[in-house]
């Protein structure tokens, strides 16, 4: 992306009033996915320019019926459509990068065929290339810049699920770890509620992928309607947050048009190219932050975060981090998400635990960006929930399956070293639960 189209991209996307989404668009698969994060950012836009982003989640702009077609007989496994009775050459959903067309294989079965629209990868590369660039540009002119996050981390973050996405291929291995991961756990923890679609690599590759007709809304459909409950809200956030928190390998790119949920509240991941993983020490940080925070219990929550520093503070300035940390939460617990955004709440956070030595590398990018979906989901379906205190039986359950490198009463400890478990009381145990 050049300068001068970033600086456009920047004014459309916070200037007053709703933005231009195909001038967006034309400006590169690069400026959807950033568009994307935006939608997500409450504390720097509108909730109502928020709104209006987030239907670049499932309603890009589709190609041609010709060039639909011309891609399938250039890029599909040969004989592809001798497998299909019939086949809808206009798609009836569209992302960024991909586009879906609903399918009757011979024998009967529903399907949906899933194209990549184009070969997106030069130009995504160029483009995420360039504005590294300026970033590190703007990073040696405004080292201060450092302290409040680490902006060529995020878009290394974006770089790396992008591409992935651009392989179908990796599609259908990431929802086969993700049940496998799932069956790992399953006498600890099952996950009934959750299902993946049926695919057929044999008629799949690299560009299309074939799999089952779920006939389900997905969560964009739900909000969008207003017919996303409470109940299936919290459901996706157990199933999601266990895989986040307890498993460590989990749906990297989880927005509203990535997960389906039918009336009884059975959910379908779909999507699932980029996959990511959470290393022990983030996960346990960010789990005990929350854990102990949905609970009201500040101290312990503010510690656990400090176990993503290098070096923790001591003395006088872990003394500014604990006053800073009391100030940005001190009347937070039992508030609505309408009244103090998750997402903002982190932000503040973010920024108060980097200058007191935190270290958000890449990996820790996918588990706020994950829950700054989940905030984003809840303020716009039950904008007057308190998210923080319902999660609390959740974070209860998911001790089960979590390992934890330090107790409530010793505070934090190396992370490298424990290796005790907590059960929902927060005994440390020398097994799982």
Same mark, same amino acid.
């Given at each position: 992306?050049?300068?001068?189209?970033?600086?456009?991209?920047?004014?459309?996307?916070?200037?007053?009033?709703?933005?231009?989404?195909?001038?967006?668009?034309?400006?590169?698969?690069?400026?959807?996915?950033?568009?994307?994060?935006?939608?997500?950012?409450?504390? @720097? /836009?509108?909730?109502?320019?928020?709104?209006? %982003?987030?239907? =670049?989640?499932? *309603?890009?702009?589709?190609?041609p019926r010709e060039d639909s077609m011309k891609l399938i007989h250039d890029r599909a496994p040969e004989g592809f459509l001798d497998a299909f009775s019939s086949f809808d050459e206009e798609p009836f959903a569209a992302a960024s990068i991909g586009q879906v067309h609903k399918g009757v294989l011979n024998d009967g079965t529903n399907v949906v065929v899933k194209i990549i629209k184009a070969d997106f990868e030069k130009s995504f590369r160029k483009d995420v290339a360039r504005m590294k660039r300026w970033l590190r540009m703007g990073l040696f002119?405004?080292?201060?810049?450092?302290?409040?996050?680490?902006?060529?981390? @995020? /878009?290394?973050?974006?770089?790396?699920?992008? %591409?992935?996405? =651009?392989?179908? *291929?990796?599609?259908?291995?990431?929802?086969?770890?993700?049940?496998?991961?799932?069956?790992?756990?399953?006498?600890?923890?099952?996950?009934?509620l959750l299902s993946f679609p049926r695919v057929w690599p044999e008629l799949s590759n690299q560009h299309i992928l074939v799999m089952e007709h779920v006939e389900a809304p997905t969560l964009e459909d739900r909000l969008a309607e207003g017919t996303m409950s409470w109940d299936n809200l919290l459901q996706l956030f157990r199933i999601h947050g266990a895989f986040m928190f307890g498993i460590g390998t989990f749906h990297g790119d989880l927005h509203p048009g990535n997960a389906m949920v039918n009336d009884e509240g059975k959910f379908t991941f779909i999507d699932t190219g980029a996959i990511s993983h959470a290393p022990d020490k983030v996960r346990s940080a960010l789990f005990g932050f929350f854990f102990h925070l949905a609970k009201g219990e500040l101290d312990q929550s503010f510690e656990a975060m400090l176990l993503m520093a290098d070096t923790p503070p001591s003395g006088a300035a872990k003394e500014k981090y604990m006053a800073s940390m009391h100030e940005i939460y001190t009347g937070f617990i039992g508030k609505s998400v309408s009244e103090v955004s998750l997402t903002q709440q982190m932000m503040k956070t973010v920024r108060c635990a980097v200058l007191a030595g935190c270290r958000f590398g890449e990996e820790a990018f996918p588990i706020i960006r994950s829950l700054m979906y989940m905030d984003g989901m809840v303020l716009r379906g039950q904008p007057d929930v308190d998210l923080i205190t319902s999660m609390g039986p959740y974070l209860d359950e998911f001790a089960s399956i979590v390992e934890l490198p330090y107790s409530k009463d010793s505070k934090t400890t190396d992370a490298s070293t424990s290796s005790t478990f907590w059960d929902g009381n927060l005994k440390p145990t020398n097994e799982m639960v």
């Open positions: 992306m050049r300068l001068l189209t970033f600086a456009r991209f920047i004014r459309m996307i916070t200037k007053k009033g709703p933005a231009d989404l195909d001038k967006i668009q034309k400006m590169g698969l690069l400026a959807v996915k950033l568009t994307q994060i935006f939608a997500l950012r409450p504390d @720097l /836009l509108s909730e109502e320019k928020c709104k209006q %982003l987030q239907s =670049l989640y499932q *309603r890009a702009n589709s190609i002119l405004n080292p201060r810049l450092r302290k409040v996050g680490n902006p060529v981390g @995020l /878009l290394q973050h974006v770089e790396d699920y992008t %591409l992935k996405e =651009l392989d179908l *291929r990796n599609e259908i291995e990431g929802a086969e770890l993700l049940q496998r991961k799932a069956k790992e756990v399953e006498h600890q923890f099952p996950m009934p």
